[in-house]
């Protein structure tokens, strides 16, 4: 099918790119014209696994191009993704400025042939109908245009409404920074959210090919399960995964904390409670807490429809209360160890929100590394992509270092921030060597206090 994504960031450039993969016909749109570029040149503006490749083979079958320019995807598109940015605001609202003038471009190019509008963005409750009403602004905006070039009557909006050939349907996404392209060719389920069947028909179509699993890693999988629900049921799906995810790790965060003082296990507790089916091992790793651009965000536009209808959301404001407090308990533990931070070198492995990401967005380091200067340490770093990629992602106040023995060199403690899988492979023994105070907080519970004894460390996790 003719397809077009507006928007090619984590979500908009990975949905194109495995859309193109699967045999349709797609044209990624973007208003930044450098990472137009970019992409046109076979280059991906992010690092996803696997992503790179994929670009390169799509783009040779020729079913993958890339444009700034709305008006020719608008009129290749049979479906039309928006997938731009929806960062939220200091309120906690989403800012939907990006959507509305997709939305409305969208409308201003529409020319009459039926589409299908998807929001892929994360959006407010409710916004389905939102963006029906800003599409059809763009179309009446166009009309208008044109009729001051031609006389033509009034047109009513019922014709309007004719005329604006258009539905719109819900599809968010569950891509895992990190693991996007696989989430995508092997998802746990589809949501569509629609009262059109003619839409729906068409998006069923469309991913027909990754509900019979033909690029999952496991095809003998039954089909991936389709929820076809209403607007705004598929918008409330998401927030509410979301939110109970970011709930879920809150949850073994205060646990933790309460096992910090009672001298309990917190990684041996999650794995007691993990194999209850009703629990499920993931997502109970407990440590500094969640950052990225879902999260936080999701979370907190949550907390802000539920206050703008009336509710108050006292489970989801204890989520975030938690959050945000764990990243100042690892500080806690750095002044329990160090006393006086004032004066110290404070050494961090891992900067960005997650490992096999290049996302800073709201990750914990940042937080760490403001409260360190405050209390006037000095922050260095060492981060397997941020340092490799030379840009220091707009960073102040921390020095970023080449490998994990010169971040060591000097320092009076290491905080491991980040779970790359590449600092359990550290040589601990010779950075025990190069520190003041071989002290090391694995604020991710992720390396193993045994060897890191052995290596002559004073290993602090967090809940053991
Ligand atoms: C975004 C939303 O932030 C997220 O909530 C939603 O779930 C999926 O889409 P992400 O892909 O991370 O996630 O957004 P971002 O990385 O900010 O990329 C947005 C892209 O849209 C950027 O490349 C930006 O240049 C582009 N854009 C933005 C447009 O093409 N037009 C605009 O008007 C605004
Ligand atoms: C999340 C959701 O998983 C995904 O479905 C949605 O589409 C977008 O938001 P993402 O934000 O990319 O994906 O990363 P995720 O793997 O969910 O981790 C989010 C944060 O939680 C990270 O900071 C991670 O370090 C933290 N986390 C995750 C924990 O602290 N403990 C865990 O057990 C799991």
Not at 339 to 342: A, R, T
């Given at each position: 099918m003719q397809v077009c994504v507006i928007g090619t960031g984590y979500v908009g450039l990975v949905t194109g790119v495995c859309l193109s993969h699967i045999g349709h016909d797609v044209i990624c749109v973007d208003n930044n014209e450098e990472k137009v570029k970019l992409m046109q040149s076979g280059q991906s503006p992010i690092y996803e696994p696997g992503l790179s490749e994929l670009m390169q083979s799509s783009a040779a079958s020729g079913r993958l191009q890339f444009t700034s320019d709305l008006a020719q995807g608008v009129a290749h598109g049979e479906i039309l993704f928006i997938a731009v940015g929806t960062p939220p605001l200091p309120?906690?609202?989403?800012?939907t400025r990006y959507v509305e003038a997709v939305a409305r471009g969208i409308g201003a190019n529409l020319n009459g042939d039926y589409k299908v509008i998807v929001n892929k963005s994360t959006v407010p409750i409710g916004s389905g109908d939102w963006v029906r009403m800003i599409v059809l602004e763009g179309v009446d905006e166009q009309q208008k245009s044109q009729k001051s070039l031609v006389t033509a009557g009034n047109v009513s909006s019922k014709a309007k409404e004719e005329q604006a050939n258009f539905d719109v349907v819900s599809n968010p996404e569950f891509l895992r920074e990190g693991s996007a392209v696989y989430d995508t060719f092997n998802p746990d389920r589809i949501v569509l959210g629609s009262n059109s069947p003619k839409a729906l028909g068409m998006m069923k179509d469309l991913y027909q090919p990754l509900v019979n699993r033909?690029?999952?890693?496991?095809?003998?999988?039954p089909p991936v399960p389709v929820v076809v629900t209403d607007l705004s049921s598929a918008e409330m799906i998401k927030y509410a995964a979301n939110s109970f995810l970011a709930t879920k790790i809150s949850f073994i965060n205060e646990v933790a904390n309460i096992c910090d003082r009672v001298g309990a296990d917190v990684t041996q507790v999650a794995q007691g409670i993990g194999l209850d089916s009703r629990i499920g091992?993931?997502?109970?790793n407990a440590g500094i807490g969640w950052g990225g651009s879902c999260f936080p965000k999701d979370v907190a536009a949550l907390i802000h429809t539920a206050d703008d209808y009336g509710y108050e959301p006292e489970l989801l404001k204890a989520a975030v209360n938690v959050n945000v407090r764990q990243r100042l308990i690892i500080l806690e533990k750095l002044q329990h160890e160090l006393?006086?931070?004032?004066g110290k070198t404070i050494g961090l492995l891992g900067l960005t929100f997650?490992?096999?990401?290049d996302d800073m967005r709201d990750a914990p380091a940042l937080q760490l590394i403001e409260q360190l200067n405050r209390l006037g340490a000095k922050v260095k770093a060492y981060d397997p992509i941020v340092s490799q990629s030379g840009?220091?992602?707009?960073?102040?106040?921390v020095i970023i270092e080449g490998n994990a023995e010169m971040l060591a060199d000097g320092c009076d403690a290491l905080v491991l921030v980040t779970d790359w899988q590449e600092f359990v492979k550290l040589n601990y023994q010779k950075m025990a060597t190069l520190m003041t105070h071989p002290v090391i907080i694995d604020g991710r519970n992720c390396l193993d206090p045994k060897v890191l004894k052995e290596a002559g460390f004073h290993y602090l996790g967090v809940g053991r």
């Open positions: 309120t906690g609202e989403s800012d033909e690029a999952a890693q496991d095809k003998s999988l091992s993931k997502f109970l006393k006086i931070l004032k997650k490992p096999d990401t840009l220091s992602h707009g960073l102040s106040g």
